[in-house]
């Protein structure tokens, strides 16, 4: 393909896109194939010689859009909400063709230096304290990451390295092995199961703190834990905070967790993947209250703030403790920029040493959207998860089982959980909407999420009557079949 072509095939490209976008509405939201249906339709292997870009293009219709889950659907309500909007994707088009591998200053200067500044803006709108941004001469910063997994990987790493030098200092008796045995790191119960997996990769203990009955964590719950593994001889050294955790859009306490780690001398990360986005409304920014005793921050703009994945924005108060994990220097990366003051090199911020020119879709969004436009998007989102909320309390059949303060609803069928899983399957099999469950503590709980930048009231109140409809039959044939044993 040379340049006159791409010129032609990119513009139909575009047109596709925009005609997927725009008339995604109409396909159904979730696939109709088994596992393993894609094989049968591709060859064997690679051809020998070159297709026409009319032979690929015709089968993304056949082979591709069949096995889709339509994630940009108004009728998709799963998960959380997974951005896009067209100036994004155009940054993204223009990040594919700079192309450019962004690991140091010297590797693009412009890349870098723009990150740089996109997260001072993004830092700002979600009002950080001042020592997170990078400024002209701040100890702090911040960066993009894949996604939240990372950031919390992240941030243990650096967590871990530190405590370790510091015990090394104070006991150097101590091996670095002996040390790692001892360590722990905390997260709620309710915290995403990358935490975990953090904790996994970083070879260290983690305990879940209990949360209490709006499924938060609270001071005195981390207390008690701390104090009796300290009591054990443990070194107590990483909690990772949730903002909006996965099941129920819960808050962890910070203005009492906060302290209590300062004191510790235990790293605090704050996961804020989801919610993070909604504290760019002022309405909304007391949720981030205690962010000031936090080491780390993050929040995913590929979630909610119409910057299509991956761009997840992490900030640290010392960009120092990051860099001091991961630095290494090899001949080959170094340029004599480096020891300026004035100039990040962002593979000490993160674990792959290749990174893509993200900041670009950020740049293009907050530019093209503006804060109010953002700010309208989140409203939106919120006030259809209300309104959502409002037709589940009019049916006693039905109760929500958790706080609604974003854009997600926990709801269920007052009854079993069996009953609830029958209805969950309905909803699915029927495929004119897409949900996915929770438990909360013992219960097994619909989560209804405001996804699509599309979404309108008229797809809310279709996504309930057929919710409705579908429990209206379910209990008819649960009550009969009950009748009959």
């Known amino acids: 393909m040379d340049a006159a072509e791409f010129r032609k095939r990119g513009k139909e490209m575009v047109d596709y896109v925009a005609d997927y976008l725009e008339k995604i509405e109409k396909r159904q939201v979730f696939p109709d194939v088994e596992p393993g249906y894609l094989r049968p339709l591709i060859a064997d292997c690679a051809p020998q010689d070159p297709e026409s870009f009319e032979d690929v293009f015709k089968d993304i219709e056949k082979i591709i859009m069949p096995g889709v889950t339509h994630w940009h659907s108004p009728y998709f309500f799963a998960y959380f909400p997974a951005a896009s909007s067209f100036p994004a994707l155009l940054a993204d088009m223009l990040c594919g063709g700079i192309g450019c591998v962004g690991f140091s200053w010297a590797a693009s200067p412009a890349c870098t230096e723009l990150e740089t500044v996109m997260l001072d ?8 304290p001042e020592e997170f ?22 941030a243990l790493l650096a967590a871990r390295t530190k405590i370790i030098r510091q015990v090394q200092s104070e006991k150097p008796e101590l091996t670095e092995t002996e040390i790692m045995g001892r360590l722990v790191a905390y997260a709620s119960d309710q915290a995403h199961s990358s935490v975990e997996r953090a904790a996994l990769i970083g070879a260290v203990k983690i305990k879940n703190v ?35 955790t996965t099941p129920c859009c819960s808050f962890d306490k910070l203005l009492e967790l906060g302290p209590i780690c300062n004191k510790g001398n235990i790293w605090m990360h704050i996961d804020a993947a ?7 409304c002022p309405e909304f920014r ?5 962010v000031e005793f936090a080491d780390s921050f993050n929040f995913n703009p590929h979630k909610w703030l119409l910057v299509n994945f991956d761009c997840s924005a992490m900030w640290v108060k010392k960009r120092s403790d990051l860099i001091g994990a991961f630095k290494l220097e090899p001949l080959y990366l170094q340029h004599h920029h480096q020891e300026s003051g ?68 926990c709801f269920r069928l007052k ?10 399957k309905s909803i699915n099999d029927a495929k004119k909407i897409h949900l996915v469950p929770c438990h909360l503590r013992e219960k097994f709980v619909l989560r209804f999420a405001i996804c699509s930048r599309t979404v309108e009231s008229t797809h809310i109140k279709f996504a309930w009557q057929h919710i409705s409809q579908l429990a209206t039959d379910l209990l008819k044939t649960w009550e009969q079949n009950h009748h009959q044993q």
């Open 121 to 128: 803006w993004l830092g700002k709108m979600v009002n950080l």
């Open 133 to 154: 941004l990078a400024g002209q001469d701040g100890q702090g910063g911040g960066v993009i990451q894949g996604s939240a997994s990372e950031a919390t990987l992240i």
């Open 210 to 244: 209990p949360s209490d009955d709006t499924f938060s964590v609270c001071g005195s719950a981390l207390k008690k834990v701390l104090d009796e593994d300290k009591a054990a001889g443990l070194i107590p050294f990483f909690f990772c905070a949730t903002l909006g």
């Open 274 to 280: 989801y919610a993070g986005s909604a504290f760019i």
């Open 286 to 290: 007391h949720l981030l209250n205690g």
């Open 342 to 409: 004035l100039v990040t090199d962002y593979r000490h911020w993160q674990i792959p040493l290749g990174r893509r020119f993200r900041s670009l879709k950020l740049w293009f969004v907050l530019r093209m959207y503006g804060v109010k436009g953002l700010q309208e998007h989140i409203r939106k989102h919120i006030r259809l998860s209300h309104q959502f909320e409002h037709l589940v309390l009019q049916d006693e059949r039905f109760e929500i089982c958790a706080k609604v303060v974003l854009g997600l609803v």
């Open 415 to 424: 009854g079993s959980n069996e009953l609830n899983e029958a209805l969950l």
